[in-house]
């Protein structure tokens, strides 16, 4: 049964009940601290959307009718308990502010967050920080539900219902060993159809760099790649160990292969009209993110 329209008078109410403890109208007026004829207004329209007489005024002040005295017996534990709901918000707004949690996507959370936690905690020395890895997918549910205060995701789709902001670029990159075959034409570009029967080494699903690879392959192709030597792996370095083997191509951030390539340990394949740069995302439940985590996120597009 839906709560009638004028039980979310709860003001008029608790206003009715200093009526009945102080006997008059101005007193109560003053211990709110509105006037006398704001009071004067606000009981008189209770009294007509409840359809009862609630009050007698006279010179000598205000006395409760017998109805008056009815809503005001039953209005003490309805205004008992709105006060009990509005301190419980309060705590938990201040537990809040002096948390923080973040779920990151695996890119972000090895190469980026790091150095945007320390920063944080250089202000906020005694701020408690938590930091949870995620695939993209699962960082949107965090948020979502209020488990993140930020997230920060590598996919190339970004929920309507949660506010947004991107906070830089990373590429994806197509990697092998440096023996494996397809290196020697590491100076000639493939073409997008190369890729359809390559062993390729993937994220699994719900991961933004898969996401985002399969969307612009698909992009390339004009239709949607089939792929049956593909691998879905639940981590860069697992990929990373499997190219490393010769079990195929990797396709992984830049940021996470940079070293092997420029060791030459591993080789990167390009391919033509296929662009792998992509933003990346912090993301916020509601309209505007929290203190701490506005702060976390100016720190992030510096």
């Not at 209770?46 to 109805?67: D, Q």
């Not at 003490?76 to 201040?94: C, E, F, I, S």
């Not at 695996?106 to 701020?127: D, F, I, Q, Y």
């Amino acid at each position: 049964m839906p709560l009638p329209p004028w039980i979310s008078d709860l003001p008029a109410l608790d206003l009715l009940i200093s009526v009945a403890e102080t006997g008059s109208v101005g007193r109560a007026a003053h211990a709110h601290g509105i006037t006398q004829p704001s009071a004067s207004a606000r009981l008189t329209k209770l009294e007509r959307r409840l359809g009862v007489p609630l009050l007698v005024r006279s010179r000598k002040g205000s006395l409760l009718t017998p109805a008056g005295e009815a809503v005001v017996a039953w209005s003490h534990g309805v205004v008992d308990a709105a006060r009990t709901l509005a301190d419980g918000v309060l705590t938990l707004r201040a537990d809040r502010q002096a948390r923080l949690h973040v779920s990151a996507s695996l890119t972000v959370a090895e190469h980026l967050l790091p150095a945007w936690l320390l920063a944080l905690r250089r202000t906020h020395p005694g701020l408690d920080i938590s930091a949870h890895v995620a695939n993209s997918h699962d960082v949107v549910e965090a948020v979502r539900s209020g488990t993140a205060d930020l997230g920060f995701v590598e996919s190339p789709h970004i929920p309507a219902d949660l506010g947004s902001r991107p906070v830089g670029e990373d590429r994806l990159v197509l990697v092998v060993d440096a023996g494996y075959p397809l290196a020697a034409r590491a100076g000639r570009a493939l073409r997008p159809t190369d890729l359809a029967d390559q062993p390729l080494l993937l994220r699994e699903p719900g991961s933004g760099t898969r996401d985002t690879f399969l969307s612009r392959l698909e992009q390339a192709l004009g239709y949607a790649p089939v792929l049956p030597h593909a691998i879905s792996l639940g981590s860069t370095t697992t990929i990373l160990a499997t190219v490393r083997a010769g079990g195929g191509i990797g396709v992984i951030s830049s940021r996470a292969a940079a070293a092997a390539v420029t060791a030459g340990e591993l080789v990167e394949l390009h391919v033509d009209g296929l662009p792998l740069t992509r933003p990346l995302h912090a993301l916020w439940l509601g309209r505007t993110p929290t203190a701490l985590a506005a702060e976390m996120l100016a720190i992030a597009v510096r």
